[in-house]
């Protein structure tokens, strides 16, 4: 069977729902071709700790190319998607070329989302990206750099505060990391300003952290973040924000760096495809992960809207998307093997399994839910360790990070405390 | 004996020479400040391998704060130079903050040099930074990623062809670091392209590379090159360089990179003192490293022009600034021992301590040339990875580098093969 009379299947997108779909697919026998903007797969689950130091951007990325055997039926194109014809079955990708499809499978994962006031964007900076992580460990640390040669107390107090919007699992590992650097890493190092006197300070629309957890876990949390020295407020939210400015109902605060962590939407390419969606832009997807009238393309990840057979949203974490993608990859694998066309085999539903859900607060620290128990201290911790360690792709990146992991632990220290990509022209 | 009372030492610069300085005179009654535009000191004899994806920014790279102990006598200050009055004694920061000095030590660092052609300078990228180095990956990476989506085969080729710009070790190293990505680690990975038919071109003007080596040093580097794949053109000045464009006397050759390693120069502010400078800019020190008629003030490493007692230039190399850092910061401890001023003690000279030369020309092969012996193959490679191990700073970063070293060396792969910072203002 020559390779041109093969199923090609497209995937869009090399997250967690993209790769997983295209790992799956290495053992059918179709053509399979992957595109993603980057040349690398993102661990964004430790993102936050690039933007606080703790880890080097090749620690927590890898070359797609490199996460894929060569020589398979896997195709990577680096390349953006400039438009999706669900009836033509092709997509359009900036570098000029077409690709037709027999098999679609759109896992192009959410953007930052302001509710509706995209003018803050300007002001804040998200955590989606390695661009993002690096510029906020820059400003971060440059930050103090700057207070340290300033006669200003005034700007020194505004240079050495940092706001984090939004007490999800991001907000809360960002803003305990964040507080952590100040205290305990950075500390000590300078003559004129005392960091350990840095503010960080996290805002939450909701009257508690972590909302999606379980009690006691979110009082828990609340309790460790406090500790730890972060300035919590709940019930606060964010009427306006401005440069170095957010401004809640009774208070308005100065602030250098302004991090987003409050919420996601769709990319606007969703919007494009004539389908209906949720809110935040999010495809209201079929049961199996295809759209809508299309048995022949999916949507996975953070960018579909759905409900389990309990009827509870599946939520949009890394778990799921790599349960959606290799489901989607596994209805396209049989239907391929039966010699049938998208849509004719009965497909089960999507079955999301719940894992649970873990997140660390600072140093030893850490709160996990699971279906059966809830867990909190230094085992929930170590347990975080291990499953991060576990589900980062490739062997070298797992002793690399583990040996920053023990380099902090042991010193107190952080290896990445680099201020790097600052120009003349590029001074944020 | 309270602080201000004591002399004040400014250090510009935490390179090399720098850094060294601000460690002797930890243990000498001054007060220190060491100003660097960047937050970190830079190892960078390993530059070309951050900008061949083999390590990561932080693992040869830290931050200076961190490398001097904390609540000693020295004062780090991230601040760009801006004036330096020698009569007033004197120094403007680019934070609006004046340094008044006793003692001077300028170790800023040259930078590249293009022997008149300024204009060259915006088509190649030089390997003095960070930044210059992960903008070669990002551009290096990419170009064979936009060779895999284009049709046009011309278009291809210029895309995979790399030039190098003087043969000299930064220019050995790189090219032999960029023909092994290309045919190691890359091939295979693509299905439009074959990397490894990816060009590598040095050019050197003279009639050959490695030109302060000893003989037959030289002559086997050139061997080990070619067998390589590298396409070595000696007896070759570069006529002109436009965009992606490189023109020698007899041949136009057309890259996508063009990485200029010919030559240094000293930065623009040794022009403005007032003093005698080489044909490069660098400063006529003394003997022993002074400013002529200012026994306060001193010049260190690659920034100065200066002959050792045989009457031979001392090189701009690492080992002359550390040595020539700890000559001048022995020379003030001394003086403040003994309460006398500047030049008031006779100096000894600086005498540079030759201790040997090394290159690397891709995995396994290295040439060393000493005093009394000359190597080249296995044992001289491992030599070279012994010995930079040994003075990178930082302990965590000596692990680092030897995990990334040793995962290289047994899957051919390397760890760095992220394309980042990449947006859509900044396509280069």
Aim: glycine share 8%.
């Amino acid at each position: 069977m020559s390779q041109s009379t093969k199923k090609h299947v497209v995937i869009l997108g090399a997250g967690f729902g993209g790769l997983n779909a295209a790992k799956q697919l290495l053992k059918a026998d179709c053509q399979v071709t992957l595109v993603d903007r980057n040349n690398h797969h993102l661990f964004q689950p430790l993102l936050y700790q690039v933007a606080t130091a703790q880890l080097s951007t090749p620690d927590i990325a890898k070359s797609i190319r490199s996460t894929l055997p060569m020589n398979k039926n896997v195709n990577v194109l680096m390349d953006e998607v400039m438009g999706i014809e669900l009836d033509k079955k092709s997509v359009q990708l900036a570098s000029g070329n077409h690709l037709n499809y027999d098999y679609l499978i759109i896992g192009l994962g959410a953007v930052s989302g302001y509710f509706g006031n995209n003018h803050w964007a300007e002001h804040c900076i998200g955590l989606k990206s390695l661009e993002e992580a690096v510029r906020i460990r820059r400003r971060v640390l440059h930050a103090y750099e700057k207070a340290e040669v300033s006669n200003n107390p005034e700007e020194q107090k505004k240079l050495m505060t940092t706001v984090v919007v939004g007490g999800g699992p991001t907000g809360v590992e960002m803003s305990g990391s964040l507080i952590e650097l100040a205290r305990q890493v950075l500390k000590g190092a300078y003559h004129n300003i005392d960091p350990s006197k840095g503010r960080v300070i996290l805002i939450e629309a909701a009257p508690k952290v972590l909302g999606t957890f379980a009690d006691p876990l979110p009082q828990r949390a609340l309790e460790a973040l406090e500790e730890l020295g972060v300035e919590v407020k709940l019930n606060s939210p964010v009427q306006n924000i401005t440069a170095n400015t957010v401004e809640l109902k009774d208070e308005t605060i100065h602030a250098e760096n302004i991090i987003w962590a409050a919420g996601v939407q769709a990319p606007q390419i969703t919007q494009t495809l004539g389908l209906p969606t949720s809110r935040g832009g999010q495809i209201l997807v079929e049961k199996d992960c295809s759209l809508p009238n299309h048995p022949e393309a999916f949507a996975i990840g953070d960018i579909v809207s759905m409900k389990d057979a309990a009827g509870k949203p599946v939520p949009g974490v890394s778990p799921a998307a790599i349960q959606m993608g290799k489901h989607v990859a596994k209805l396209i694998q049989t239907e391929l093997k039966l010699n049938k066309s998208a849509g004719e085999v009965k497909r089960p539903r999507f079955a999301y399994f719940d894992k649970g859900s873990m997140a660390t607060i600072g140093r030893s620290k850490a709160i996990a839910s699971f279906s059966i128990f809830k867990m909190t201290g230094i085992i929930a911790w170590l347990m975080w360790l291990f499953i991060h360690l576990l589900y980062l792709v490739g062997f070298k990146n797992k002793i690399s990070v583990l040996l920053q992991w023990f380099y902090a632990y042991v010193n107190f220290q952080r290896g990445a405390r680099i201020i790097s990509g600052l120009t003349h022209k590029n001074q944020n």
